[in-house]
């Protein structure tokens, strides 16, 4: 098993910045593809981002691209979210996922393990 714990989430302005990062710990940290995921109040939750257990791949919604930005650093087993020119409607609860296989994939139900969440609030 791997645990998952996010932080870096607040309150900003919008058109301002963000950077969560997710510490996992547990198994081998290489052996999970990661994404990241967000539910805003009485909405489901949705696919963010993804990135492949290499690093080497990244997966957007269409919402975000161009503004975040998924990393992962194998040394401190850490994936980052880096969250620019951030809107009131990216406000919600986001959280880390990972999942036990050698693609990614936006499918909520594909990840195996999920954090507590973090909650990034953007005001306008």
């Known amino acids: 098993q791997v645990q998952l714990v996010e932080s870096g989430g607040g309150l900003v302005q919008a058109g301002g910045s963000l950077r969560l990062s997710c510490a996992a710990s547990?198994?081998?940290?290489?052996?999970?593809?990661m994404a990241w995921f967000r539910q805003a109040p009485g909405k489901e939750r949705e696919f963010v981002a993804a990135?492949?257990?290499?690093?080497?791949?990244?997966h957007y919604a269409d919402s975000v691209k161009g503004r975040f930005t998924i990393s992962r650093d194998s040394a401190k087993s850490t994936v980052y979210l880096q969250m620019n020119s951030l809107k009131p409607e990216d406000t919600a609860v986001y959280y880390c996922?990972?999942?036990?296989?050698?693609?990614?994939?936006?499918?909520?139900?594909?990840?195996?393990?999920w954090g507590q969440g973090t909650q990034v609030t953007v005001s306008s």
């Open positions: 996922a990972a999942r036990d296989g050698t693609y990614i994939t936006s499918m909520t139900g594909r990840y195996d393990y």
């Open positions: 547990g198994r081998t940290f290489n052996m999970y593809a």
């Open positions: 990135i492949s257990r290499s690093g080497g791949s990244t």
